[in-house]
């Protein structure tokens, strides 16, 4: 699916809530807006959201324009640089007052340790004079603005100030491309208004495309195409589609009108369609193959809009862009797979402008990547029950009389329509072992096996069962064979939606040195999976490929920790030219899977207000109950992530132009009299390796760390030893020995203030330095009553034995003082009745 709002009854662990998927950092596109379909049809929600369009200003911010929320459910409280205990917010001007169990409090009944006590929250009043901020509360009626610069409450505890480096949310707005290459309207001008398309699903409409010049004879290209164009007509793609097939050199030729799946029967009969040989023609013409491609799939209704084209190919057609504008007005979806080194640099760009896939398919022998690329192809329905997934997916050159072996883990969410898929490079079929998890043997003779496009099929009938498959393929002959086998399979119930994984890049071209950030979304439904061992296979045009494994653990190109988004930088670039990448995922059954909660940016539901002064409580949110499944298996799946392209790569040795990766997870704590930090090591290149020292700078005045931290105090870290890569970083000083010296006081700052602000860089072994990490920050004083705060057990305990000797001491002035009063009044008594006698 690739919408950028996405409407669902998929639920999450707070109900309803509408979230948005942040894998990058601030200032960057997020990936998609969630909503449930409830949130839409329920109007009981709007008390809790606020009103729908306000919902989605909030959550298109961070979709479009990467920022983040300016509330923190974690952290809802903080002590300022002024020692006083305020609310996670912003801006600081929105009131309330905090509400006990039996109504108002004062704040320092609802804080024990860190959080607020049981019973206690934070209520805000309905009726506000504060105009911000839509990314902390949009509900409020008076709330129509974003922080800036002047309303920004840089020290609250938020993922803004954290991942925007204390930057307000309109100041990150306005630097975007939207705001920062168009100019304000002018005068009472209205603006233009928006159009909308509403589009309906339709007919499912393929056709291929596919080269046939002589190019295609060389590195087994044509064999590789036909090997993986039956795998996807006999497998994958899905039953009712329209499938044509066009072939093209100089010249393009209809080889199969569309023809509607409803049976194996049509399967075999466009298999039967494929070209079987290359002409002797070199020249290529993609616009001649195109043209013919939409002349077949508008015979069905008269027009383009809404098919795919596949268009496969490894001529170099300088002319490709001369059918652009042609492409873009069909309203075809271009997914485009490059075949060798020689593919025109342009070709992608029909993909990119269509929103369609790309590839590339290196000439190595063992890649498997053409299968690959038509595995991840589907005909775009979006709906996972009925997609295929690859479970397996490798190739190796087996010398003679030598066995490749293996095992595949078939989970219990997938299993029907499973098919293992044996290829091979010359002569016959390899001897195939192939056995089941209860030990049942499939045999060569087992297979369907095609001679002329040298494969062998084997489809499980029914449900395969669960468990660890293993294979043998034996090479019996006399010289090597590259032996490849490729393993898919579909959800077994609707009921259980199976795991996913989507592989990606951050973006589709890089310029030497910078990396290239690839990603792996994985998750089951749209929860996040976690603790999974993901691996990314990075094939160039002309060099070994390189595995890269993948992290989910919020430092160096992973941006939130446990989001289900595994990232890494890569930058071991071979040469010049296209690179294919493919991402193997496996979990194992004894490691916690499936996150509780979905991790992202999302709209706050508020608890309640204060409306003339009594407190109206909106409906708790419901949580959705997920159970947790016995995972007896794990699981195994792989997906292509498509291409992309690197340019300026130096062509012989060059020296060290990588610098270690931005920290972006420091946080700072006061216990007693130090200042303790913690970050993730980044590495000597990027997020690999490990650094060569830490330069860390304080300032009690954020301005100075922010623009000048060249000029902020240095801390000593002489004893601070850099770990490798990904490994989590402590380092504890006493920042009075810094503070009392010299720092300037930017212009405009008057009020002292008893917070410290600190930043870090690492520093590699050719001295080039990371950029500067996010700013982190902490109290230098804290007020007495808030002394748990700083969770340490002992301060605790002292606090709790002074507060009982306390109620001890005044329990006893109380009993002493009535004795006394007592022994008085009856004195008192008895002289007076002296006298009235």
């Not at 193959?289 to 300088?318: H, P, Q, R």
């Not at 430092?555 to 890569?570: H, L």
Request: proline fraction near 5%; include cysteine.
């Amino acid at each position: 699916m690739q919408a950028n709002v996405r409407v669902t009854d998929q639920y999450g662990a707070h109900g309803d809530d509408p979230y948005t998927l942040q894998y990058r950092g601030c200032g960057e596109e997020g990936k998609y807006i969630h909503f449930t379909s409830n949130f839409f049809l329920n109007d009981d929600l709007i008390a809790g959201y606020g009103p729908r369009g306000r919902v989605f200003v909030h959550e298109w911010a961070h979709l479009r324009w990467g920022v983040f929320d300016e509330y923190n459910d974690e952290k809802p409280f903080y002590i300022n640089g002024q020692n006083q205990i305020k609310v996670t917010r912003c801006s600081s001007d929105i009131t309330g007052i905090f509400v006990c169990e039996k109504g108002p409090c004062p704040q320092e009944n609802c804080i024990i340790s860190k959080l607020f006590k049981e019973g206690c929250m934070f209520i805000y009043n309905s009726t506000q004079n504060s105009t911000a901020s839509i990314m902390f509360m949009q509900s409020l009626s008076s709330v129509v603005e974003f922080c800036n610069a002047r309303t920004h409450n840089q020290e609250a505890p938020n993922l803004q100030n954290q991942m925007c480096s204390l930057r307000s949310a309109w100041d990150v707005i306005t630097d975007s491309a939207d705001f920062n290459h168009s100019f304000p309207m002018n005068g009472t001008e209205l603006p233009p208004p928006p159009v909308f398309s509403l589009v309906q699903a339709g007919n499912k409409v393929v056709c291929l495309v596919l080269d046939v010049s002589s190019k295609m004879a060389e590195a087994d290209r044509l064999l590789k195409l036909q090997q993986a164009a039956e795998f996807y007509l006999m497998h994958i793609v899905e039953i009712l589609t329209f499938v044509g097939i066009v072939s093209f050199n100089s010249k393009g030729e209809i080889r199969a009108q569309l023809h509607q799946i409803n049976s194996d029967n049509d399967r075999k009969l466009l298999v039967s369609h494929l070209p079987m040989t290359v002409s002797a023609e070199a020249e290529t013409s993609i616009c001649s193959g195109l043209k013919k491609g939409f002349e077949v799939v508008e015979k069905l209704n008269g027009k383009a809009y809404g098919s795919v084209m596949i268009l496969v190919t490894s001529g170099d057609d300088e002319h490709v862009g001369n059918c652009l504008l042609t492409v873009l007005s069909s309203g075809s979806t271009i997914h485009s797979i490059a075949l060798g080194s020689s593919v025109v640099e342009n070709l992608e760009e029909l993909s990119h402008r269509t929103g369609g896939l790309k590839f590339f398919v290196p000439d190595n022998s063992n890649s498997n990547s053409m299968i690959d690329a038509f595995s991840r192809i589907s005909s775009g329905t979006g709906d996972i029950f009925q997609q295929h997934f690859q479970l397996q997916s490798t190739g190796e050159n087996v010398k003679p009389h030598h066995q490749l072996k293996d095992s595949v883990t078939v989970d219990n969410s997938v299993g029907n329509d499973t098919t293992f898929l044996v290829t091979w490079q010359t002569s016959g079929p390899p001897e195939i072992l192939l056995l089941d998890p209860n030990g049942r043997k499939y045999y060569t003779n087992n297979f369907a096996t095609n001679p002329s496009l040298q494969t062998a099929c084997l489809c499980v009938p029914g449900t395969a069962e669960p468990g660890l498959w293993t294979y043998t393929l034996n090479n019996t002959h006399h010289s090597h064979q590259a032996l490849k086998v490729t393993v898919t399979s579909r959800a077994s119930s609707s009921a259980r939606p199976p795991a996913t994984v989507e592989a990606f890049v951050e973006r589709d071209s890089t310029h030497f040195p910078h990396p290239v950030m690839i990603y792996a979304n994985v998750r089951k439904g749209i929860y996040p999976i976690l603790n999974a061992t993901v691996t990314a296979i990075i094939e160039p045009e002309a060099a070994d490929p390189v595995a890269l494994d993948l992290f989910d653990n919020g430092a160096g190109a992973d941006i939130i920790k446990n989001d289900g988004i595994y990232s890494r930088y890569f930058f071991s670039f071979a040469a010049n030219g296209r690179y294919s990448l493919k991402v193997h995922v496996s979990h194992s059954p004894s490691l916690s899977g499936l996150a509780y909660s979905i991790p992202g940016s999302r709209a706050m539901y508020v608890p309640g207000y204060i409306a003339n002064g009594n407190i109206q409580m909106n409906t708790p949110r419901k949580s959705a109950g997920r159970s947790e499944e016995e995972q007896k298996w794990g699981f195994s799946r792989i997906s292509s992530g498509g291409s992309f392209s690197v340019l300026g790569v130096p062509a012989g040795p060059h020296p060290d132009v990588f610098p270690p990766c931005k920290i972006t997870d420091l946080h700072a704590v006061k216990v007693e009299e130090e200042v303790t930090l913690s970050w993730t090591a980044p590495g000597e290149d990027y997020d690999q390796g490990q650094a060569n020292s830490y330069e860390i700078r304080i300032s009690k005045h954020l301005q100075n760390i922010q623009d000048d931290f060249n000029n902020a105090i240095l801390v000593n870290t002489s004893k601070l030893n850099p770990q490798k890569a990904g490994t989590k970083e402590v380092f504890t000083f006493s920042p009075k020995f810094f503070t009392n010296g010299p720092d300037h006081q930017p212009d405009g700052e008057t009020q002292e203030s008893h917070r410290i602000y600190v930043a870090i860089r690492a520093i590699d072994r050719s001295s080039l330095k990371s950029a500067v990490s996010n700013i982190a920050q902490a109290s230098l004083f804290i007020p007495p009553y808030s002394a748990p705060i700083l969770a340490r057990d002992n301060l605790i305990l002292k606090g709790v034995l002074t507060a009982v000797g306390s109620i001890g001491i005044i329990c006893l002035t109380i009993v002493i003082t009535h004795c006394i009063l007592n022994r008085k009044n009856r004195a008192d008594k008895k002289k007076n009745g002296t006298k009235l006698i």
